[in-house]
């Protein structure tokens, strides 16, 4: 299928309204629904996707710091799956439901019966419940800093198809000390949900029966070590063009792919300037050329178009490869274009700032870690002889190994010995990167010994501030220290490359409390 760029234009998506307030908390009711998305104005069909509020990509929601939110998650979705299901992977064997869900709000400090841990799941009316489903209606207490979240399917299992059916929305928390700064505001401030699908001719989503040249015996359908499609979307539309005027935009990007990065720069050569990441301002804005991005990962950034010629046009183009990054370049034609700007008339004076001093950032110093703990990166293969992915070698379904008390700080140390990047997403708590450190893979892989080659390399400037998913890039000891809280219970840590975190790369962890043994 060949379809033209910049030819349709940028959907911003709608805020989602409440359908009560009132003093002790603000409640939504969000259902889950099949439709047809027009994702492109050549593709004659309109696609069957998944959606929440009938919506691909899902409502914004919006929230003050403090508020509480309850959230109705409903589940009115067909009983079979359109997408291949595995049934030879956990909890979704024959016996099992398609079509189960859970919903996650990545990035966000909650209870964990409001987390959207994997076996939490529930079926159409909630007539099936997994094992560890405990409440309908979800509780969001909007306690941390103001920052963008996102929310999406978590079901064990399934997620990655659940996610590239369509179930992934934006999720912003605001307060006024950030309103203070001035910056781009109302329609100067754009969501854009990255992701990647391909197609089949019918305009249908095409997602992989089984992966590439596949061992004898392989079950039909069979899980994929990873998949990524032909066409990049944004906002849910193929390669969408947004008329800018020349002044300053802010954009809250997420890449919602379940496998692609996106290494990100403008045609023109010029810079973006990122005040945010996934938990919120930096300390100070960062003026950089490209911009990578890893599945999950938010990016909270300016562009200013105010040099730039009423009637010109910049693509914002992707230059990562796949698997990132030592696989194949993206196509220029292709992949390689993700949207265009379109610079118009200005329409009102642009009076809004981009200060030096965004937020204080408080640091957490080593010493006061309680614990160093090791996480290692490793690959097995299962008896039909499939990849499978694993965090110190065990699968999810094996006991819980790390059980960090309420409010210690640790630092992990996540050990890549392969050669692709992972990106470790860590449920409950947003943390700080330390640095990552070289070190021997060889030794490492036929001896056990962990032996450093160089020194530490601090985090990027834009890595600078509260993350809480983490590029681990191979041949690295990668650190990061957290302080565990404000909730006890079981939460997940898990890789973000969704057919990774599917099989089997996600392990649960419990926050205990202080006094526990």
Known sequence: MELT???????IPRYLRPLERNRQFTYYEVTMRQFFHQMHSEITNPT????YEGQFPGPVIEAERGEWVHVKWINDLPEEHFLPVDHSIHSSGEDMPQVRTVVHLHGAEVEPDSDGYPDAWFTRGFNQTGPRFEREVYRYPNSQRATTLWYHDHALGITRLNVYAGLAGLYLIRDNQERQLNLPAGNYEIPLIIMDRS??????????????????GLPDPSITPGFTGDFILVNGKVWPYLEVEPRKYRFRILNASNQRFYRMSLDSGQSFIQIGSDGGLLERPVTLDEITMAPSERCDIIIDFSRQAVGSSIVLTNSARTPFDFGAPPDPETTGKIMQFRVVEL????????PRLLSNIE??????AARIRDITLDVAFDRFNRLKFLLSNREFMDNITEKPRLGDIEIWRIINQGLAVHPIHIHLIQFQILDRIPFDVDAFNSKGQLRFTGEPQPPRPNER??????QATPGFVTRVIMRFGPFTGRYVYHCHILEHEDYDMMRPFTVIAPDCK
């Open 5 to 11: 760029p910049f030819l349709d234009a940028l959907p």
């Open 48 to 51: 069957k996707v998944w959606g």
């Open 199 to 216: 197609f089949n001719d019918d305009g249908s989503l095409f997602y992989p029966r089984t992966p590439a040249n596949p061992p004898p």
């Open 347 to 354: 329409r009102a004076p642009d009076t809004s700032n981009v």
């Open 363 to 368: 640091r957490y110093r080593e010493s006061d």
């Open 465 to 470: 501030g509260w993350k809480d998913t983490v």
